[in-house]
């Protein structure tokens, strides 16, 4: 149990476009989904928290307007990149949690975001 | 906020051999803290994790302990195998969760 889709796993895209990342929870209802960045061999950055229902909040340093997030069901949390600039290549990840307390977080696979 | 350092970056042993990787915390009330091991290109898995009432937790080959007067918890892997090679992160939460910096761990056959 507690798988954690996301889709697409890989995307290259032009600069100046906007990329829509999907994060599913399979097999639980997420009540909070969490979206991280990795950079090459760096640590997992948390980027913001959303809850189903309700805005998201954004860590101090990201842009909200830049990072849209959208967790419209259980299920479902979208984060699109807008206007995306080659610096926002990067791995991003979900995560979600509400199976077994808001603690456990269950990871997705990622997606790899190449913008030239 | 919480911070958390993690020790060390990387880790080369032997296979069957031990590895150790320490982590410690800032935040006292921090109370859940889960270990992750990540290979190339996926995302992280949930191998083990314990919460602050516990002092120790076992999984097979896999064990973790927390000294909560130290802050400081480890996590244990023994008899390794080529592929337990990857990427660890432990993190330490309370509500958020801050994770270490992460130790690539190589087993060589």
């Known amino acids: 149990g507690a798988v954690v889709s996301q889709h697409p796993s890989r995307v290259i895209c032009k600069s100046g476009t906007s990329v829509k990342i999907e994060c599913r929870s399979l097999?639980?209802?997420?009540?909070?989904m969490f979206w991280y960045r990795q950079f090459p061999k760096q640590s997992l950055m948390l980027m913001a928290t959303?809850?189903?229902?309700?805005?998201?909040?954004?860590e101090q340093g990201v842009e909200k307007d830049k990072f849209l997030i959208n967790h419209a069901s259980l299920t479902l949390s979208t984060l699109t990149v807008t206007s995306a600039h080659p610096e926002d290549s990067s791995f991003y990840i979900c995560?979600?949690?509400?199976?077994?307390?808001?603690?456990?977080?269950?990871f997705g696979p990622g997606t790899r975001l190449t913008v030239l | 906020g919480e911070n958390v350092e993690q020790h060390p970056s990387t880790l080369s042993v032997q296979e069957g051999d031990s590895a150790v990787i320490k982590c410690t915390y800032s935040?006292?009330?921090?109370?859940?803290f889960p270990w992750y091991k990540q290979e190339l290109g996926k995302g992280p898995q949930l191998i083990i994790d314990?919460?602050?009432?516990?002092g120790e937790k076992k999984d097979q080959r896999i064990a973790v302990t927390l000294n909560k007067t130290a802050k400081h918890f480890s996590l244990h892997i023994t008899e390794t195998q080529p592929e337990d090679s990857a990427v660890y992160f432990c993190?330490?939460?309370?509500?958020?969760?801050?994770f270490g910096a992460g130790t690539r761990l190589t087993v060589k056959p």
């Open positions: 995560s979600a949690s509400g199976n077994r307390g808001l603690e456990e977080q269950f």
């Open positions: 097999d639980f209802q997420a009540t909070t």
């Open positions: 959303s809850n189903e229902g309700s805005k998201a909040t954004y």
């Open positions: 935040d006292s009330a921090s109370n859940y």
């Open positions: 314990i919460r602050s009432n516990v």
């Open positions: 993190a330490a939460s309370f509500g958020d969760m801050r």
